[in-house]
């Protein structure tokens, strides 16, 4: 299929951009196979505009006369407005938009067309391999293995093909314990605490149905990772009601009778379109220009939205607890362990371990704990907040697991490599990115789609020094320590580095940020000149003695 | 009273045993533990509220609410000895004369002189001088000098030239409790000013001549403009309601060339029912977020907070973009008034965002101007009903301000709530009465300290890093974004539940970024020397190198001289210091070493706001919230990862 074929209008001149905060602009509007571009005819100003259709959430049409408007509401949660002269060539262009916005096909998005204008220095794709973080754990434990049983993906189609599971089971018990979890998704090695070698596992609901089915293979499996005389703790992230009415779908829990050293506790997290919902009704308030003092507080209230970052802070923090203060091993799982699991754990890690709180770190968890353990990013970042067409697989658990970090790295300023702009560029190309690394459901798909040969990777731009630069905090200081965040809704806040991005003034806001950054960056200046000094002072002095002994 | 527990409010299973002390002055609890003995003090002074609860197996539980937002909950043993408590703290926390309040038995060790000193700190001749007055257009007018045309106004009056003595006195008579109209602000730049006065009595169809001539003489001293607003800060309704007791507001007719304008600012007992209402979400235990935004919804404090923003607003726009003057009043002039002159000056005028400006506007708007200080903050046993947290909400104003800009105030959040706790806990004289004729019939200067010298004197603790002299927003006018801005205005944890450090960031950007640029001056001053050594010893090589091979002992005397030279030096203690570096990071908890640092300022500045602060766990009473791992899993102190902290620093 060409693009040409879904452009009926290319261009459109004399067309005026409104877009949020700041004034209306006059230009030249292109579409391309996969930008918008927009570009003002003033010399001076020189602005260009360019939007990728991927990050297209809706497009909303309206006429006065013969001039047409274009409303373009984008994932990143950006409204603009176009105003584009003569009824037809409107219509087409929003047309246009409409079906490059929503292409079907994965292979025809951009990250497969795209060419970098950098020099790749690092690959991305093999910046954060499984083999590499085992090689780590080896060096603090011998108690677990690599396992390759999955390498077609046969015994779990949204597992990557090496996983990590305790020593002494074999991939025989695997293949067993897989049938007794949904989906295949038999429990694994999530973390690893140094500290007294607790662990945390993540799994789907265990099959159980009515008639209380059992495994033995799955109880011995994680009853391997106890120490002797030891209890862990299984964290359902569904409530008790819920989980009980997994069992008529052939779903369930662990019970205790079959698992006696484990203690199930249930932390209601919720799932799919109720946060879909959240998100769609927070935005809305967010985008209310009338609204007086009450009402905002009563829409942001009525979103739902600080509540589920309670909940998933709160489930995270129990975790890190029972691991780091009641030495106790962990299992986390909800019923498809593909979403509120993946919270759980990512948080509690960044709670409990400092790697994660770096940028490779926290990089390498993205990709451990999201996009190889089958997060389907595909399938829940289709839409965002504008999206009316109702599809039941969206929902923004990557956002909000996103923003419970951002909730940490507010309360623990220093505490974190990367700032606030670090967690809002992976938003962005969560949803629409011109590269490769967040397409696809699971390392399945991805290896089918070739992504590591045909698309470039995310971590490959980023991690060049020129882009690192705008997401290092320059606050950080290495802290080892375990970050215990207060869950308390006094300590919760709306993350408007996201939600108010396009509707509050930021300019007062930047100029602060600048200003730490000067006042850290002369800090380090001069400390680089006083160790220059000292060093030529040292050397004088030798050369003096030298001659001295001359 | 041995043997009382006081009790964590985050978590009912953490309690303190130890014992209460009543002094004159405080109430102090002491912890038993041998380790810390840490103590918690309050002063009589700062509680607002006693409550005895219903006695329980353990014992009888007392609940003392203070005014700055502290909530202790203790628990007596025996039944008789709380009630002896309650007793004698009912006394004590309401004094009925002022030479009970601590502030006269408050000795700070300084002389005579230095008290003076201090009291001449801030000076408001000097403040009006700064703005350009007097000039061809305002005057000083000594028509008030023994109270006699208004007790509750300052000896000293600014108004306009044109303005005679009569004319003063004849509009007095028209306004209640004879607040005339008197100037609060002047901006040089075009001649508009802010005026202050109380509302007149026009009750249906009075006039007054020489009221009307008062502000025709305002609006006379800014050519500039041919007309004058006059803001109302009531809501409407409750000005046409005064109208029947005789007062009420100016009519546009009478009047030449004004623009009369309604702002609905609540009245006192609105606002303090919207604190108490705010409060009691403050102390939910463990609320839902639901709750929370529940709660503050419905005490409608926020929104009352942006009401007293944009009066400020709509005023400071008027003085600088339309070069307009504004006469400014609600019903007494004390209250709603003083919040919006000081919010408006406070964005017209970046002077009065530098910390001696602030004290100079409190100084200014609110102690000149007669706020009754006294009846507002209850510092005398009085009529509950004449409390209200009027210059608390004028304080927060400042705190959203600085949210909203951050780079734009000389001072920080911690000099915001040291200014608040001192309101209320009249260790200070400067708070003291309802108005300046109160204050000097007590002899107030003589007999006690001025605040405004002691934070002065620790001004250090107080700035704000982010601020810079030469930065825009510490130039000219601040103009806060209008609309829609509701989310603008944001829940203050840090007054509002100050006392729980739990639920505050545990790590502090001010803190951090004071302690690297006390460290950045260090570098500074070591640099220079480092630089001068460098010199002398280059020259002196120089020197060396040249007459080397005549006199090898004297190259030989400059290279000793040199070495020892280094030894004096501090390289190695510098590096020591570098080394000591890190630990300035917040690292986790309490008793990480930027806590540490900012307790030890609070103690040298401050010892009773230091005495008070609680050690809190860093670990969240999750289990209590899960329903089946309750009771298993505790929550222990975060004491035990600090002390890594200390060994991984190492």
Redesign the interface.
Known sequence: MEFAELIKTPRADNAVLHGPRCPAVRGTLCLTGHHLIFSSRRKEGGEELWLLHANIDCVEKRFVGSLGTIVIKCKDLRIIQLDIPGMEECLNIASSIEALSTLDSITLMYPFFYRPMFEVVEDGWRSYLPEQEFELLSLVTDEWRLSCANKDFSVCPTYPPIVIVPKCIDDEALRKVALFRYGGRFPVLSYYHKKNGMVMMRSSQPLTGTNGRRCKEDEKLINATLRPGKRG?IIDTRS?NVAQQARAKGGGFEQEVYYPQW?????CIERFNILQESLIKLVEA?N???????????K??AS?W??H??EIL?AA??AA??ID??GASVLVHGSDGTDSTLQVTSLAQIILDPRCRTIRGFEALVVREWLQAGHPFQLRCAQSAYSNTKQKWEAPVFLLFLDCVWQIL??????FEFNEQFLIMLFEHAYASQFGTFLGNNENERSKLKLTQKTMSLWSWVNRSEELARFKNP?F?A????????????????W?GVF?RW???SK??D??QE??LN??N??RE??A??NA??R???E??T???M??NL | VENVRLLDRVSSRKAALGTLYLTATHVIFVENASDTRKETWVLHSQISSIEKQATTATGCPLLIRCKNFQVIQLIIPQERDCHDVYISLIRLARPVKYEELYCFSFNPKLDKEEREQGWKLVDLNEEYNRMGIPNDYWQISDVNRDYGVCDSYPTEVYVPKSATAHIIVGSSKFRSRRRFPALSYYCKDNNASICRSSQPLSGFSARCLEDEQMLQAIRKANPGSDFLYVVDTRPKLNAMANRAAGKGYENEDNYSNIKFQFIGIENIHVMRNSLQKMLEVCELKSPSMSDFLWGLENSGWLKHIKAIMDAGIFIAKAVAEEGVSVLVHCSDGWDRTAQVCSVASLLLDPYYRTMKGFMVLIEKDWISFGHKFNHRYGNLDGDPKEISPVIDQFIECVWQLMEQFPCAFEFNERFLIHVQHHIYSCQFGNFLCNSQKERRELKIQERTYSLWAHLWKNRADYLNPLHRSNHSQTQRTLYPQMAPCNFLYKFWSGMYNRFEKGLHPRQSVTDYLMAVKEETQQLEEELEVLGERLANLQKMQLNGNKIQSKQQDRSKQLGLSASTNSLANTPQEYGSDLKSFPSRSPSQGDEDSALILTQDNLKSSDPDLSANSDQESGVEDLSCRSPSGGGCLHSEDSGKDSDEAVCLAV
Request: glycine letters at 0%.
């Open positions: 703790y008790l203690r199930r506790i249930h932390k967010c209310d220009q009338s609204h007086n003092m009450d009402r905002w507080l009563s942001l209230e739902n600080l509540t970052i309670k709160t923090c129990l607890q029972c203060r009641e507010r309360q623990f300023p220093c505490s606050l200081e802290n080892s320590l375990v970050i215990w965040p207060s869950v308390a809704p006094q300590s919760l806040q709306l408007e108010l509707n509050r003034p007062f806001l100029e602060a200003e730490v006042i850290i002369y800090n001069l400390q000149k006083v000094l000292r030529q002072l040292a004088l002095e050369d003096d003695r001659q001295e």
